[in-house]
Antibody
Framework: QVQLVQSGAEVKKPGSSVKVSCKASGDTFSSYAISWVRQAPGQGLEWMGGIIPVFGTPNYAQKFQDRVTITADKSTSTVYLQLSSLRSEDTAVYYC????????????????WGQGTLVTVSA | DIVMTQSPDSLAVSLGERATINCKSSQSILYSSNNKNYLGWYQQKPGQPPKLLINWASTREPGVPDRFSGSGSGTDFTLTISSLQAEDVAVYYCQQYYGTPFTFGGGTKVEIK
């Protein structure tokens, strides 16, 4: 069964960093891009950035450009999200999500999501 | 950035009745070279990740009941639930994937009247 399995919940201090993982099973890596989408409590969905694992080049939303790093380890089919300089407003559930890549583009909808990782930023 | 505006923020519909959710993009998300609208609709229930219902504005995902339908083109889109069931209570989001940053609408909460 194809799925995206994320790492567990984290509690972090303001100013610190967090690294969340997303492990893909099945043939997800070779034909897909993986994005990170976050959702603050009671709020909507916000795209942070993504990566095409077979190429390794990330694409970040400008809002997070200076604080986010997305990487992929093809050997373990795992994508990572690192967010630095954490503040209370970063408290959210972080989801990884898969988009299919055709021969010409990876711009498609997110057809598979991880279960979510709650990151709590608190002093 | 492409801004996605959904309306209404919430709606209450009787069981078996129609629910209609609107989504407007700040610029056209119709790609002229392939005549596809780069828009998806998602359903999110409490404590769960979003679930893709509709892609390319009107293509239902496998397994999604046919009471869900998507329509529209260019900048104006609609998700219709033709006959609301109890299990359809959720928040619904539209999303554009025409260009990065990919952006979502603010969500529409659907409840039973």
């Amino acid at each position: 069964q194809v799925q995206l399995v994320q790492s567990g919940a984290e509690v972090k201090k303001p100013g610190s960093s967090v690294k969340v993982s997303c492990k893909a099973s099945g043939d997800t890596f070779s034909s897909y891009a993986i994005s990170w989408v976050r959702q603050a409590p009671g709020q909507g969905l916000e795209w942070m950035g993504g990566i095409i694992p077979v190429f390794g080049t990330p694409n970040y939303a400008q809002k997070f450009q200076d604080r986010v790093t997305i990487t992929a380890d093809k050997s373990t089919s795992t994508v990572y999200l690192q967010l630095s300089s954490l503040r209370s407003e970063d408290t959210a559930v972080y989801y990884c999500a898969r988009a299919y890549c055709s021969s010409t583009t990876c711009y498609s909808s997110f057809d598979l999501w991880g279960q979510g990782t709650l990151v709590t930023v608190s002093a | 950035d492409i801004v996605m505006t959904q309306s209404p923020d919430s709606l209450a519909v009787s069981l078996g009745e129609r629910a209609t959710i609107n989504c407007k993009s700040s610029q056209s998300i119709l790609y002229s070279s392939n005549n596809k609208n780069y828009l998806g609709w998602y359903q999110q229930k409490p404590g769960q990740p979003p679930k893709l219902l509709i892609n390319w504005a009107s293509t239902r995902e496998p397994g999604v009941p046919d009471r869900f339908s998507g329509s529209g083109s260019g900048t104006d889109f609609t998700l219709t639930i033709s006959s609301l069931q109890a299990e359809d209570v959720a928040v619904y989001y539209c999303q554009q994937y025409y260009g990065t940053p990919f952006t979502f609408g603010g969500g529409t909460k659907v409840e039973i009247k």
